[in-house]
């Protein structure tokens, strides 16, 4: 019998959500009827998610969203999947849908925001010589995959990136700036603080990062790596025409796409890892995650003190070895 086709969603909207948490819950009932999985954020300021279910059931949220007058022209970006890309499904309601907590210096995009940049023009300028890239993704996602000669901020998290840039604007300041994200929706909300900073010459990608490598023209082309998304996947590719890896194993630095949670429950680090580091270091980022008690790689093993023990001691040798090779 042939498998049932799933599909992923991805789509944002800013528009006016009058009680927002009110209607968090019975979108919430909505989609779980529908027998959907996946997150989605609900603020007074507009909607922000990823859902997966069949074709059928993506198609039939979809319709209903669009019949909605406040969701009417709202864009989906469809990627095909093998199944779910989510355990559960979550609505919750937020106070901002992307969070910079900017307080009095907030932006609204319906009001300003950066030049949109379809695909076409966005791979045109980046071939420019004159103009500065800048990745408004997290550091963990720039490590898996960004566009070539991207800048990559030394971020966490989004609400970071505004400190970033006030101790970084000689590197923006007086020159034409490219911004791009996954979906488009952090880039919308950042551009137009971009913009009240005085940094004027911006144009932000249409759709981010997703509908760039949808694109039939530009292929995604003179992007490298995978795209980090926040669900089961993890990344999805986007260069059709050129594959280039440019994440690297946390512990040899050889090329690896292989993203893993540190098994320190407390730690939980992602961290780029292939199978055989991954079996050798415990899946942990340090030797005291993998002295925690409740590590999670030595009680899926079923791991002794002894077997442990053992395992500590190949790593220190093979530390030491490293030490010496340098």
Known sequence: MEKEAYRVLLY??????ENPEEYAEEHLTFCKDLGLRGRIL????????TVSGTVEQTQKYMDTMHADPRFKDMVFKIDESDGHAFKKMHVRHRDELVTLRLGEEDTDPTQETAEFLEPKEFYEELQRDDVVVLDARNDYEYDL??????????????????????????????KRVLTYCTGGIRCEKFTGWLKKEGIDDVGQLHGGIVTYGQDPEVKGELWDGQCYVFDERISVPINQVKHVVVGRDY?????????????NPECNE??????????????????ECRVHPRNRYAIEHKMTDEEIDEKLQAIEEQNHMNKQAQ
């Not at 944002?12 to 959500?17: D, G, I, L, N």
């Not at 609400?159 to 970033?164: A, D, G, Q, V």
């Not at 512990?251 to 098994?263: K, S």
């Open 145 to 174: 995959g960004h566009f070539r000669g991207a800048i990559r901020p030394d971020i966490r998290s989004f609400r970071e990136l505004p400190e970033w840039v006030r101790e970084n604007k000689d590197k923006l300041e007086g």
């Open 42 to 49: 609900i603020a007074e300021e507009g909607i922000n998610g």
């Open 251 to 263: 512990f040899t630095g050889e090329p690896c796409e292989r993203y893993v949670n540190c098994a």
């Open 12 to 17: 944002y909207k800013f528009v006016t959500v």
């Open 270 to 287: 992602q961290i780029i890892m292939s199978e055989e580091s991954e079996h050798f270091y415990m899946r942990s980022c340090s030797h």
